[in-house]
């Protein structure tokens, strides 16, 4: 059985920089991920400035900054017109070490982070371990993990959850995730089509006012992303179908056939966990947090 100061479940972007910071702080951390790798997707695109600047203060905004895109400007426009209002962030150039946005995969971070997680003298990162029951205990909480062949075990002082919005961490501890989930569906499609070859005044960032179809359209290094309302009662596979990205695409620069490389449709939620610690009060030792 491994033991470790904390476990972590989860490496996504919270887990792998908890893992991180707790690693570099002399932290035994053992980081479990339900998949055989780090996820690629298009996610989240966008690092605003004060998550860089606390990506700074642990040594990762810099190389981030070097394979990202930097966009200090964004762009509200009308659809129909082409007519735009310019918002610079160079204006608190004097508040912040990083007056932009930076657009960069979100995955592009975790990997990094990961990679560095897997050669540090604190860390282990166990991939292909899926979370499936904890107790707790006086002096500890062990954590039971499915992986392909066995069920394995990690015993830590402490338990995090950060395996996402359907976390088994939370729904073991039996705590309430309140708020509500938007009744609207979105659906974002990415392409490496270059559409500031078929739109004028394109910026990285841009908020597309509309009274029929509303868009945001966002570049990252890999491909441009665009969001776009969908129809509540239209079934996802048929809003992630060749023909609805053939008419989205019609309308946006006149062409179809345009080769996307990501598909989703998601939904909305505003939700925050009741509590985010369990088991343990000021001065204890032990427990597990979502």
């Given amino acids: 059985m491994l033991t470790a100061d904390v476990v972590i479940v989860g490496a996504g972007p919270v887990g792998a920089v908890a893992a991180y910071v707790l690693a570099e702080k002399g932290v035994k951390v053992v980081l479990c991920e339900a998949a055989g790798e780090c996820q690629e997707d298009m996610r989240a695109s966008t690092f605003h400035p004060p998550t860089l600047e606390i990506l700074d203060e642990i040594g990762v905004a810099e190389e981030l900054i070097e394979c990202g895109l930097i966009s200090p400007k964004y762009h509200f426009r009308k659809r129909q017109t082409g007519e735009f209002v310019e918002f610079d962030l160079s204006g608190i150039a004097d508040c912040t070490k990083f007056p932009f946005r930076l657009q960069c995969e979100q995955h592009v971070m975790v990997k990094r982070l990961?990679?560095?997680?897997?050669?540090?003298?604190?860390?282990?990162?166990?991939?292909?371990?899926?979370?499936?029951?904890?107790?707790?205990?006086?002096?500890?909480?062990?954590?039971?993990?499915?992986?392909?062949?066995?069920?394995?075990?990690?015993?830590?002082?402490?338990?995090?959850?950060?395996?996402?919005?359907?976390?088994?961490?939370?729904?073991?501890?039996?705590?309430?995730?309140?708020?509500?989930?938007?009744?609207?569906?979105?659906?974002?499609?990415?392409?490496?089509?270059?559409?500031?070859?078929?739109?004028?005044?394109?910026?990285?960032?841009?908020?597309?006012?509309?009274?029929?179809?509303?868009?945001?359209?966002?570049?990252?290094?890999?491909?441009?992303?665009?969001?776009?309302?969908?129809?509540?009662?239209?079934?996802?596979?048929?809003?992630?179908?060749?023909?609805?990205?053939?008419?989205?695409?019609?309308?946006?620069?006149?062409?179809?056939?345009?080769?996307?490389?990501?598909?989703?449709?998601?939904?909305?939620?505003?939700?925050v966990v009741n509590r985010f610690n369990h088991g343990w009060s000021i001065g204890s030792t032990t427990g597990a947090c979502s």
């Fill in 114 to 271: 990961v990679k560095r997680l897997e050669s540090h003298v604190n860390a282990t990162v166990l991939f292909n371990h899926r979370a499936v029951w904890f107790s707790q205990t006086e002096d500890g909480v062990t954590a039971s993990f499915e992986t392909p062949f066995s069920i394995e075990q990690v015993k830590a002082r402490y338990l995090v959850g950060a395996d996402g919005g359907n976390s088994i961490i939370r729904k073991w501890l039996g705590a309430d995730f309140d708020g509500f989930t938007y009744p609207e569906k979105f659906l974002t499609l990415s392409t490496t089509k270059e559409l500031s070859a078929h739109i004028d005044n394109l910026v990285h960032v841009n908020y597309v006012v509309d009274s029929k179809e509303w868009l945001v359209l966002l570049r990252a290094p890999s491909a441009w992303r665009i969001l776009v309302p969908a129809d509540e009662a239209t079934e996802d596979a048929v809003l992630l179908s060749d023909d609805t990205c053939d008419a989205i695409f019609s309308r946006l620069i006149g062409e179809t056939g345009v080769p996307t490389s990501h598909r989703t449709v998601y939904r909305v939620h505003q939700r």
